[in-house]
């Protein structure tokens, strides 16, 4: 029963990428928008204050906040999508359809349940306009249980088929026929369920918000703790998109979560300066800056022999957490040989959200340094107070340094490059590989080293036969194993390129960092399975 519920969480978590890693591209491009439309920039860049730059402003940013408030729609496919075992294309627009019809009846609903408010605004009364209908205001999480309850039938009905006449009702036309009476009936129940389950998670708002800087703290820290699970999304992910990171009203329209919020506020030339819900997602110091520091700690306590080959290994792990936020090549270069750093550091990124807390930082800043500069610096000090975001970050770059050094070596922990005799320093990735395998090849090998490496990966992984499914996430190869003793974790690490192997019952992830996408095609290639996820 645990291992079930551990897989499902496992691919539950993946799931939630599909739409999660779409949405901070669109807060990208908002904050591009706002460059262009920025009274100040526009005082100090006299030829952007033109019809055709600033209309275009408008137009990208006044676009793209429009997915802010079709969330659940969003959600609904993404996680469909990501849940679906095949066919993934039909169980997206299965769930368009459905998330439509679940929209629709529940409007009908209370309409003959004489349940409808009339009022000129909707605001606090617990319901909105959805696709332009009006319905309980169930934000994300509409999204998520219909994106769910979609998946489900989809893959328990899409290989469904039918003799004769009936032939043609087969497949995905009887996953839609058998999702029709099944979100009616959520319609239908949700709408006395919901109140219920709404007031909850406003007195759980209400409950972290009153723990004030400590429920803060385990916040980050919990966001961090996680990382070995691939769970941590769903740490943050309901206070970046639900209430619980905060409700406000932004140019008319209200809005729930803080990456909702603030989105809409970096296109609001009117709004002066971000709501304090911004810091819950304000995660990026222990990326951008203690992990640099960690990193600098293992390079000056690794013996004098090793450092050139340390610095060789921690310098592109360092470059990629403060540019991108990808922090798992370093968290794991330490989180199996010293446990103790990584909770320490768990708890330096908690404290990190405390410290832009007590010093009203208002700044963006969830991964790396170029995600923080395009959303800040077009707004300002006024408007984030980012000059203090990168102070706090100096200073727990500071801290982390200190710290780390003072447990390295006060505990002797074997970190890179503290290995013991006979113990090469390993945290490769993978180009680090193939440019071993091409010394001496001829430049168009490129074909042979990756299906080498694939090659090495399914031997390690305990052979083709071993391995059932394989996904990947942003930086994991997921994997389900029959027999995950079969698994060389030495292997891994030392000739695939591999920061970490994490294995859970018969769930494998082995972590690549940002080219696991690639690696992912070549093992489907060598395997000759088709990448249906």
Sequence with gaps: MKQKMMEAMQRFSKAMFIPVLILPIAGILIALGNVFTNPRLLEIIPFLDNPVTTGFGSILSGSLVSILSNLGLIFAVGITVGLAKKEKSVAGFTALLGYLVFVNAMNKFMELSGLLLEADSLQGTGQTLVLGVQILDMGVFLGIMLGLVTAFIHNKFIDTEFNGAFQIYGGSRFVFIVLIPVTVLMAVLLTYI??????????????????????????????????????????????????????????????????????????????????????????GIAKMFGLIGACLAMYHTAKPENKVKVKAILIPAAFTSFIAGVTEPIEFSFMFVAPILFVVHAALSGLSMVALNLLDVRAIGPNGMIDFLLFNVPLGFEKTSWPMYIFVGILFFVIYYVVFRFLITKFNFKTVGREDAGKEAKLYSKQDYKEKKRKGKAKDDTNTANTDMASLIVEALG???????????????????????????????????????????????????????????????????????
């Design 463 to 533: 052979g083709a036969e071993n391995i059932d499914t394989i996904t990947n996430c942003y930086t994991r190869l997921r994997l389900t194993l029959r027999q995950p003793n079969l698994v060389d974790e030495e292997t891994l690490k030392t000739k695939t390129g591999a920061s970490g192997v994490i294995v859970k019952d018969k769930n494998v992830q082995v972590v690549y960092g940002l080219q696991v996408t690639t690696v992912r095609k070549s093992v489907d290639d060598y395997l000759g399975r088709e990448q249906t996820e």
């Design 194 to 283: 919901w109140p219920i389950f709404q007031n909850g998670i406003n007195n759980l708002g209400t409950l972290i918000q009153h723990s004030g800087n400590f429920g803060l703290f385990l916040y980050g820290m919990l966001e961090r703790l996680l990382i070995p699970t691939g769970l941590h999304h769903l740490v943050y992910t309901p206070f970046l998109y639900t209430s619980l990171g905060g409700v406000a009203e932004v140019g008319g329209q209200v809005l729930e979560g803080a990456r909702n919020i603030y989105y809409a506020e970096i296109a609001d030339p009117a709004v002066a300066r971000l709501s304090e819900s911004v810091i819950w997602d304000a995660r």
